[in-house]
């Protein structure tokens, strides 16, 4: 908690460490409210350091310091400094290597913000990223410092007979009553944010992996013992994970053990810790009766994102916090590959572009935009973003999409070869791919620096003379906080062009002798304004700009309603087919919500919508993912994004008139679809099974919109016969979500059925936090007194607080600003529990600008008491202060 104002750290003033530690042996004698925490350290100055003779400074945040011993002589308390974040030991030492042995105390239980040694029900964690190790004990706790860990646990065996850190396990033995000690041995040296101990009453599961070179790996999983059902699809993904990353990368695994644990208290979805990820349940735990198909998934997505870091992050770590993007957007990128690879292609790229379009572009154009290395920050936890993840993993896709898929690889090989057991920088990954194909990189490094979404205008000419069409394209960058002006960016454009027949046409430039075939090129964007001419097109073709979302921009096309559906009809690239009809649906939907507002009482939609839904209901289908996609309204948030004032009551009601209003023209073949792809079935996780479930709830969210007896009988009885939860769970939601009288009935039974598995009730609650009906805030109220609510517990607090607050738009944003009031509360609430958690939760209100004066004045409201709040903590401090500015 802060005094002053908590001050502001700046990438320009980075410096090398002044001091080294080769190595750290850590002895934990493990307490639930009082471990102590032995620690002994080989230090030595830095000879790459300017500042050789600088004091000693080591971070540390409410700890216990017991003693201090300097090469075996104690060192009293007037010889060293001690404040809230710092142990400083004023003289240097006068020898270049010595060692430091720091004896601490904390107190696990107490630590609500689950950063450092806490406590997850009765069992013992860590989380160290990015500055939880200095909760643990004095270090200097920065990613530059790399160190060989040896970790010994000592603790009773009742409460913890598992013990567990990084590397491999070296000794054990027993000591008296009743308590036994383990040793752990990690030979990689690691940054201290890597670090992490498990203790507690676990169960495991195990298997192993053949590596390329012939070594077996065993594989653990360690959950609570009534979990041990639900780890079967992560072991699976664990190893796709490993053979993926040997095939597509070459790298393999390093140690003799991989162990994951997964916690219930997490505030994160899960932490690639050297040899010992630690997951949030959420992302572990699945069984076809307790996990939806989009969990498996997801699950899959973190296994390997995680698995992943190992070679990108781990044995390449980042030089300082503002290169975060380095090891996190480059594994985004490569889980991504990976999901892409394991699944749909066309459906992975969809989804994440849906994310990055709706919350990463929000971010951008908000008040807390920053570049993908940001140059500044005052809470690193803050930093943890869509820009940095998502955004980060676009711009590492355009330099593959810029090299291709070998030039990518031959510089991802320089790259590891170059930099394997160093903490480096973004700049450092792009020289590796820069050198690696003779390619110069230099304007495209400004998507690191530059914040912002760029706009990208297209605009086509078609001369039938010469039967050439010539291509304008435009960028510019809005001015985004501390950076009014912007330079171009390199920017790939991937496009097509459509004949009238809907077949593409081989694309030919004008000083090109003759076209080579292709019928998708990538033109480089360099400047403000450039122009492509394109020849030998007997007809108009219609331009299908930024296949597959080659870059991360705003595309602006004058395309008429007729236009985007030729293109939902024919586009070849999957990526922009789709994007036509969410573009067509978009428009259609906003131009209803303009005339709500304007007070004109439309009676229906525009007919071209319908009328591509009924074709593409008549086709048939190989990707049932794909077409379920397809027939998806986009969201409200998608449709708010392209108004310039946000009046969320408008833009709920034309989507729900669409909705109904496809629901009523098509009723008979979304009913034939949804009888035509239903079964009862319960453990069939293939594409195939996985997209008929997609595609038969995407036509049930259509008819329950007709809320009729009928559809009511019709959700009821899926709800009823379900045995798998993606079935469940959606019939639930089209039952809360309606008229139906067995609402209540519905929502008891599934309370019952699943009240001793936390991750299904989270879900009973994040359905009732996202019902769009009127009286949901009263509702989600009365829910935070229901005895399974707990503010303590991150997944609840985002299942319940979260869900309501960023994806029930209409109830959040009531007039009389109660969801805002709502919102204020909790965040006051939780930042004395968990800043992280707290300072996370309060995005919605960030984006007060977006809306009309009325409600600015609610939302700025509940800003200004957050920011005045005694003992606001950095976090909250940080989001809450730029907010306002
Ligand atoms: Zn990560």
């Known amino acids: 908690m802060r005094e002053s104002t908590p001050k502001t750290v700046y990438l320009k003033d980075y410096q090398l460490p002044e001091y080294l530690i080769g190595s750290a042996e850590l002895t934990f004698v493990l307490d639930e409210q009082d471990t102590r925490v032995v620690s002994r350290l080989t230090m030595q100055k830095n000879r790459k350091s300017l500042n050789g003779n600088a004091p000693l400074v080591l971070d540390g945040e409410r700890i216990i310091l017991e003693s201090i011993k300097l090469n075996g002589q104690k060192v009293t308390a007037n010889r060293y400094e001690l404040t809230p974040e710092n142990l400083i030991l004023p003289g240097a030492p006068k020898v270049d290597v010595f060692t430091l042995e720091i004896e601490t105390r904390v107190n696990p239980k107490a630590n609500t913000a689950l950063e450092g040694l806490y406590l997850s029900r009765d069992m013992l964690c860590t989380q160290c990223e990015a500055e939880g190790f200095r909760k643990i004990t004095y270090f200097l706790d920065r990613p530059d410092v790399m160190t060989r860990f040896t970790t010994t646990l000592v603790g009773d065996k009742w409460s913890y007979p598992v013990m567990l850190s990084n590397g491999n396990p070296a000794a054990m033995g027993d000591l008296r009553k009743n308590r036994h000690w383990v040793k752990w041995e990690d030979p990689f040296p690691k940054p201290c944010y890597l670090f992490a101990l498990v203790a507690g009453r676990l169960d495991h599961i195990e298997d192993t992996h053949l590596t390329p070179s012939g070594r077996e790996v065993k594989l653990r999983i360690f959950v609570e013992r009534h979990d041990l059902d639900k780890c079967a699809h992560a072991m699976q993904s664990l190893k796709h994970a490993m053979r993926w990353d040997e095939e597509v990368y070459g790298r393999e695994y390093d140690l003799d053990l991989y162990m994951i644990v997964a916690v219930s208290h997490f505030n994160m979805g899960a932490m690639e810790n050297k040899g010992l990820n630690v997951f949030n349940t959420k992302y572990v735990l699945a069984r076809p009766d307790t996990a939806t198909d989009a969990d498996y998934e997801h699950i899959e997505g973190v296994i390997g994102h995680e698995y992943f870091h190992n070679w990108t992050g781990n044995r390449i770590t980042c030089r300082d916090w503002f290169q975060l993007s380095l090891k996190e957007g480059l594994t985004v990128f490569r889980d991504q590959e990976f999901g892409a690879d394991r699944s749909s292609r066309a459906v992975k790229r969809i989804e994440d572009v849906n994310v990055l379009r709706t919350r990463q572009f929000a971010e951008d154009a908000g008040p807390l935009a920053h570049p993908v290395r940001p140059d500044s920050y005052i809470e690193i936890n803050n930093f943890y973003t869509m820009t940095v993840y998502e955004k980060g993993a676009e711009v590492v896709r355009m330099i593959h999409t810029l090299l291709g898929k070998e030039g990518f690889r031959r510089g991802a090989d320089l790259y590891f070869d170059r930099h394997d057991g160093q903490a480096v920088t973004c700049d450092d990954f792009i020289k590796a791919m820069e050198d690696a194909n003779g390619a110069d990189l230099t304007q495209f490094r400004r998507w690191y620096s530059q914040a912002g979404t760029p706009e990208l205008t297209v605009i086509s000419d078609y001369d039938g003379k010469s039967q050439s069409l010539t291509l304008t394209v435009r960028q510019s960058c809005p001015p985004t906080p501390g950076q009014p002006t912007k330079e171009p960016l390199h920017i790939p454009l991937a496009l097509g062009l459509i004949a009238p027949d809907g077949s593409d046409y081989p694309l030919q430039l004008e000083n090109e002798a003759e076209a080579l075939g292709q019928t998708t090129r990538v033109l480089s964007v360099t400047q403000l304004e450039q122009r492509f001419r394109f020849v030998n097109l007997p ?347």
């Open 539 to 885: 007809q108009e073709p219609v331009v299908s700009a930024l296949r597959g979302f080659s870059a991360p921009v705003r595309l602006h096309q004058h395309q008429s309603y007729g236009e985007l559906a030729f293109l939902l009809a024919h586009d070849s690239d999957p990526f922009n087919r789709w994007d036509a009809g969410h573009s067509l649906a978009g428009q259609i939907i906003l131009h209803l919500a303009e005339q709500l507002i304007a007070g004109e009482r439309p009676e229906r939609a525009d007919r071209h919508l319908v009328e591509a839904y009924r074709k593409a209901l008549a086709q048939s289908w190989n990707d049932l993912s794909y077409l379920a996609l397809l027939l998806g309204l986009p969201s409200e948030d998608y449709v708010s994004a392209l108004m310039k004032i946000v009046d969320p009551d408008a833009v709920h009601a034309a989507r729900q008139m669409v909705m109904k209003e496809i629901a009523q023209m098509l009723e008979n073949e979304l009913s034939r679809l949804y009888e035509a792809n239903h079964r009862e079935e319960s453990d069939c996780f293939d594409a195939e099974a996985i997209g008929r479930r997609r595609l038969k709830n995407t036509c049930l969210g259509f008819l329950a919109a007709l809320d009729t007896v009928a559809t009511h009988q019709l959700c009821v009885r899926q709800f009823r016969a379900a045995r798998n939860m993606t079935d469940q769970i959606a019939a639930l939601s089209c039952i809360v979500n309606s008229g139906s009288a067995d609402k209540g009935a519905c929502l008891d039974a599934f309370y019952q059925q699943w009240r001793d598995e936390d991750l299904v009730i989270d879900k009973w609650f994040a359905i009732q936090a996202t019902c769009h009906l009127p009286g949901a805030l009263g509702n989600v109220r009365r829910l935070l007194d229901h005895p399974a609510f707990d503010l303590k517990t991150p997944n609840r607090v985002r299942s319940l607080i979260g869900a309501f607050c960023q994806s029930n738009l209409v109830n959040f944003h009531q007039s009389d600003g109660g969801g805002y009031r709502f919102l204020g509360d909790h965040v006051i609430a939780l930042n004395a529990i968990n800043p992280q958690v707290a300072s996370r939760m309060f995005g919605p209100l960030t984006q007060w600008r977006r809306y009309d004066d009325a409600r600015q004045k609610l939302m700025r409201e509940q800003l200004q008491r957050i920011a005045g709040t005694d003992g606001i903590s950095k976090d909250v401090y940080e989001v809450a202060s730029k907010s306002l500015a």
